[in-house]
């Protein structure tokens, strides 16, 4: 029974705690190529939808508690689940995107024009600082997990906790928690698409992967993390 999600290998039937990383729908920024970073940026109509249908299928899974970025993308992503299930919404802004400093605003084509050596360094796998005075990757794995550490210590037996987030700091998340090195991760994990989720179960050796970069409606998502 062990592969099957919702039984402990150690205890039988036993429900497992679970962990659904999801991330907010698209904004203007993310389909214009424009790096957000710690931008309050709003959702577009198209990322409305997409909250909308991934509510009703995150819904399915029966979760337990929702706790959000306070960043709005994210608030607003969370909100359309709470409306579905009746749970309210918490907010913690160690949860917020990973902060590229000097990049928040700029088009990915300007950052690549202007910063050439920061983009072959990210490209290549290092965790520099973005945008000169921004976070890297260790930087938001700190305070992340610092936040997860405390929602999970809290989080029943039988818990389904969503975490409302976004592409980096999901991504981020997912890879601590399953003990993969952020490096990997940056290389080999394709960033979360808008609101896509990834879904964990904790094993008697740890929290597993069960599923990643799962969504509703492939035709209505953009590919831009950042």
Do not use: F, K
């Amino acid at each position: 029974m062990e592969g099957l999600p919702g039984h402990h290998p150690a205890r039988g039937l036993s429900p497992l705690r679970r962990l659904i990383v999801w991330r907010h729908g698209e904004t203007e920024h993310n389909a214009g190529g424009i790096w957000q970073g710690q931008l309050d940026t709003d959702l577009s109509p198209r990322g409305e939808q997409q909250a909308r249908e991934a509510a009703t299928a995150l819904a399915s899974l029966g979760p337990t508690r929702i706790v959000s970025s306070d960043l709005r993308r994210a608030a607003h992503t969370a909100a359309v689940l709470g409306e579905v299930t009746g749970l309210p919404i918490e907010y913690d802004e160690r949860l917020r995107e990973i902060h590229v400093g000097t990049w928040q605003g700029m088009s990915q084509g300007d950052v690549a024009e202007q910063h050439p050596e920061a983009v072959a360094a990210l490209s290549r796998g290092d965790d520099i600082v973005r945008g000169d005075h921004g976070e890297s990757v260790a930087h938001v794995q700190e305070r992340v997990m610092a936040a997860v550490g405390e929602l999970l210590a809290d989080l029943p037996e039988d818990g389904a906790l969503v975490v409302a987030t976004h592409g980096v700091t999901g991504r981020t998340l997912v890879a601590a928690l399953i003990g993969l090195s952020q490096r990997q991760a940056w290389m080999s994990m394709a960033g979360l698409r808008n609101c896509h989720w990834a879904e964990l179960a904790e094993h008697r050796t740890g929290w597993r992967m069960v599923s990643w970069n799962v969504g509703v409606s492939e035709s209505v998502v953009s590919t831009s993390d950042r």
